[in-house]
């Protein structure tokens, strides 16, 4: 993925035409905060690959991690070399998972989004430790996505779509959509910084409703730079009442850091930390000084002025199969042990699902499927 920098920045978000609520906690988290955040958060153990493809084809990405009784599940995307897929994958003990089958297909028509369909959890319990369920809306389970009619790795113009479903999200079966993108970068309304290409977006059910609306989505896309002469990645928000129509709803990007990628968010609130702290865990890559791309998090108590972490990367590239990348996170706290999916990316650009937790629980036995030179080169050897 060509979409962090060890020193970061914080984008200050000027105020659309909507008009946010008033805000009751100071604008920046405090350091000491920020501090026992990434102390809860932490993941040093890498237990490593979770899933992966079948073959050398296909490329695995972006899990997104639910719980539905005593079972857990895995949403996730492949790319084949005509566009991306959503899959569903389930779990007894978020180790060793199985995969079941496709959510978000391709459609030979002249659909909007026929060639592409990446899909992520919509309205999850979004509590720290919590239930981490896929909550319904109006009897409906939705997933945001981002979709275009261009075959190829994230090729022609990428916007974000809605599907839902009134089925279990447990159960294969094809979600349906709206029929339009609800957020494009054609729209006459776009901003700056989102004017190329839209890409991953999440959406939380906000109750309280700090922004005025129920249902926040964010999202990062690549636009025009006002200070540097190459585009780059960065976060925004949109808002909605209704889960089909969305507005965005900041001039400027909440998580801005000017150069490379800024990009994947994923949001929990951690009261057990401060009451009524947001923590926003996303990935950065292309910065000077760094290498790859990494996982790192933000904060916030009012959903739209974020303080950025400053010091160690949850998770970096440090392991054969993750040694390219080590990016785009999912978390989550069960029993006690937090657990951080990832895509791992090696040398070879082979893609899975990867996992470090909070405590040592062993190492996984799952890897790639070696490469076919590096199978020559093993019966060569094995012959000698």
């Known amino acids: 993925m060509k979409r962090l920098s060890l020193f970061c920045l914080l984008s200050v978000a000027l105020p659309g035409p909507q008009a946010a609520v008033a805000q009751t906690r100071p604008a920046v988290v405090p350091a000491g905060v920020m501090q026992r955040v990434y102390e809860e958060v932490k993941t040093p153990h890498k237990y490593g690959l979770v899933l992966v493809t079948d073959d050398n084809k296909r490329k695995m990405d972006c899990p997104s991690v639910f719980r539905k ?52 959890v919509a309205l999850q319990d979004h509590k ?6 896929w909550q319904p809306y109006q009897g409906k389970y939705w997933m945001s996505y981002f979709g275009g009619n261009s075959r190829g790795y994230e090729k022609g113009l990428l916007s974000i779509g809605m599907a839902y479903t009134s089925q279990a999200p447990t159960t294969v079966h094809a979600w349906q959509r709206l029929p339009a993108p609800v957020l494009k970068a054609t729209d006459p309304d776009v901003r700056w910084w989102e004017n190329h290409t839209i890409y991953k977006s999440s959406v ?18 690549n636009g025009d730079s006002l200070d540097t002469k190459r585009g780059a990645e960065r976060i925004g928000m949109a808002v909605s009442d209704d889960m089909v129509h969305w507005s965005r709803y900041l001039r400027n990007p909440v998580l801005n850091h000017h150069k490379g990628i800024t990009g994947d968010a994923y949001l929990q609130q951690l009261d057990g930390v401060d009451k009524g702290l947001w923590v926003m865990f996303y990935f950065g890559a292309f ?37 390219l ?5 999912f978390v989550v706290k069960h029993k006690g042990v937090v657990y951080h999916y990832y895509c791992a990316v090696n040398k070879a650009d082979q893609r899975g699902i990867a996992v470090a937790t909070s405590k040592d629980m062993g190492k996984s036995t799952v890897t790639f499927i070696a490469p076919p030179e590096k199978k020559k080169k093993e019966a060569k050897a094995a012959t000698n």
């Not at 990348?325 to 996170?329: L, N, P, Q, T």
């Open 287 to 323: 910065y000077p000084g760094v290498s790859g791309a990494v996982n790192r998090f933000a904060c916030s108590y009012d959903l739209q002025n974020w303080t950025d972490w400053t010091g160690q990367n949850l998770v970096e590239p440090s392991e054969p199969y993750d040694e």
């Open 128 to 133: 720290w430790g919590g239930s981490y369920q």
């Open 69 to 120: 009784g005593k079972k857990w599940y895995m949403t996730y995307i492949i790319y084949d070399g005509r566009g991306y897929e959503t899959w569903l994958a389930q779990s007894k003990d978020l180790l060793k998972w199985d995969t079941k089958g496709k959510l978000l297909s391709f459609t030979d028509t002249t659909d909007w989004d026929t060639n592409q369909k990446a899909g992520y």
């Open 204 to 221: 939380i059910w906000d109750k309280q409703q700090q922004t005025g609306h129920p249902f926040v989505m964010y999202y990062n896309a």
């Open 325 to 329: 990348f080590a990016h785009k996170s």
